[in-house]
């Protein structure tokens, strides 16, 4: 079964409006890392956000939100006022437990319009 | 953020010759190294882990003598890719990840590399 789906292969956004990008995960661990990566056309790994499982707030970063909702199992990233330069693919991935490999989702393809 | 660098940045090889990739950490010490692999419009997909001074930990279906690594020192890991053939072609992504205080920390990548095998 698949640990982390993203349901949105590609998605479209007007520049300065906000967009949600879809992670959900299955895990049976109540200890977790959730993070989203943002990958440019280089290839590098951006490093976005960081959601643990027992932080009792959603985390946000700058532009970056995560809309953590536990019960639903999902992490879905928001990006407030999207640029060009947002156009990218994005990874959601989870840690589990005591673990520390990473096992990512199939990303999801932005590109932000002018 | 830690630097992770990767050489070289792309490749190319003929069919049959061995490529060696180098990741380092330029700041900080990594216990743990990580190798990807991604083609084109694809997710990063986990190969192996490598732990400094020990052998590494292969995921199922990467074939460890093909693709051998090597994590000498805290801060050097490499991957060789022996007796490339053309299907081994793609890009090619480490991370490297401390542990302190009784926790690990977060990974970070590398630039990549892309192999080119003809």
């Known amino acids: 079964a698949q640990k982390i789906t993203q349901t949105q292969p590609g998605m479209f956004v007007q520049e300065k409006e906000a967009v949600t990008l879809d992670c959900t995960y299955d895990t049976s661990d109540p200890s977790y890392g959730l993070f989203w990566y943002k990958q440019p056309s280089s290839g590098e790994m951006i490093f976005l956000i960081y959601?643990?499982?027992?932080?009792?707030q959603n985390a946000t970063e700058g532009r970056y939100s995560l809309n953590f909702q536990k019960a639903r199992k999902s992490a879905n990233l928001v990006i407030s006022a999207s640029q060009l330069g947002d156009s990218a693919m994005y990874f959601c991935?989870?840690?589990?437990?005591?673990?520390?490999?990473?096992?990512f989702g199939a990303g999801t393809i932005l590109r932000v319009k002018s | 953020g830690a630097v992770v660098s990767q050489h070289p940045s792309w490749v190319i090889c003929k069919s049959g010759t061995s490529v060696k990739i180098e990741c380092r950490s330029l700041d900080f010490q990594a216990t743990t190294m990580f190798w990807y692999r991604q083609f084109p419009k694809q997710s990063l997909m986990l190969m192996a882990t490598?732990?400094?001074?020990?052998?590494?930990?292969?995921e199922q279906g990467v074939e460890k003598d093909k693709f051998l690594i090597n994590h000498a020192s805290l801060t050097l890991s490499t991957l060789t890719v022996t007796s490339a053939h053309p299907e081994d072609s793609s890009f090619y992504i480490c991370?490297?990840?401390?542990?302190?205080?009784?926790?690990?920390?977060?990974?970070?990548f590398g630039p990549g590399t892309r192999l080119t095998v003809l």
């Open positions: 490598s732990n400094e001074g020990s052998k590494a930990t292969y």
């Open positions: 991370s490297a990840q401390s542990w302190t205080s009784g926790t690990y920390n977060e990974q970070f």
């Open positions: 959601q643990g499982s027992y932080d009792q």
């Open positions: 991935a989870m840690r589990e437990g005591y673990g520390n490999k990473l096992v």
